[in-house]
């Protein structure tokens, strides 16, 4: 094989959406890029493993690899899971190259994937002005993560939306309900709610019974196998391609 393989790494969950989702995402990236090598692989919870992927790649006479964490943020997944797991399998298969690509976030491209979501919700431009948005990510404990997800609120402030509060589902306050609620009491007409998480799974069922509970007037679904998100990915795997100090349009 003399072409690199896209190998999207996920994290894995008991819930049978994620898994779906997952392999629906990559099915678009296939489309968006015949010819290219996808292959899928989880963390945890679901089949194949990263070390089983690899193997068979390197069985099957693949020479580059390049591992995309589906992951939105830099958190402990990317920046010591992902890392190790890559590490050990490199040690075990010296002839096969792999290259780390970054995390999904933060990018334009993920924003417009948010704003599909939303239109498809109910969300109409004119809306903006009176309605709130609440961005509600899986939460983290690292800062890198944290501060990513501020700004991007921040980012969204300045698009028409009369507020927008960042929430979370886990590890963080405030919860979704929480910042649904705050936004009311600053008087705001319409709240929105925008699950900032690639599929279903435990954590954004735990932002949508937020959203519900402190009465949200929109849930957005969660970002799944959108086109950008695929255009987003490969965009990563050429990323990676490219030498430290080259140009893209070199």
Sequence with gaps: MTHPTLLVIAHGSRDPRHAATVHALTERVRAERPGLRVETAFLEFNA????????????QGADE????????????HAKTDIPSVLREARARLPR????QADV???????NATLGRRLREAGVRPGDLPRTGLVLASAGS??????????????????TGWCAVR??????????????VRALRAEGVERVAVAPYVIAPGRLPDRIAAG?????????????????ELARLLLNRFDEARVPV?????A
Excluded: K
């Excluded at 890198?144 to 969204?156: K, T, W």
């Excluded at 959203?211 to 086109?227: K, T």
């Design 104 to 110: 999904l976030g933060p990018s334009p491209l993920l």
């Design 141 to 158: 404990s690292d800062p890198e993560a944290i501060a990513v997800i501020a700004e991007i609120a921040r980012e969204l402030r300045h």
């Design 166 to 179: 960042p929430a979370f589902a886990s590890a963080l306050l405030p919860r979704t309900e929480d910042a």
């Design 211 to 227: 959203a519900e509970a402190a009465g949200a007037d929109v849930l957005a679904d969660v970002l799944g196998p959108a086109p």
């Design 48 to 59: 194949p493993s990263v070390p089983r992927v690899l193997e068979r790649l390197a069985a």
């Design 65 to 76: 690899v390049v591992a995309l964490p589906l992951l939105l943020t830099r958190a402990f």
């Design 245 to 249: 100090g080259a140009s893209l349009s």
């Design 96 to 99: 096969l190259h792999i290259r």
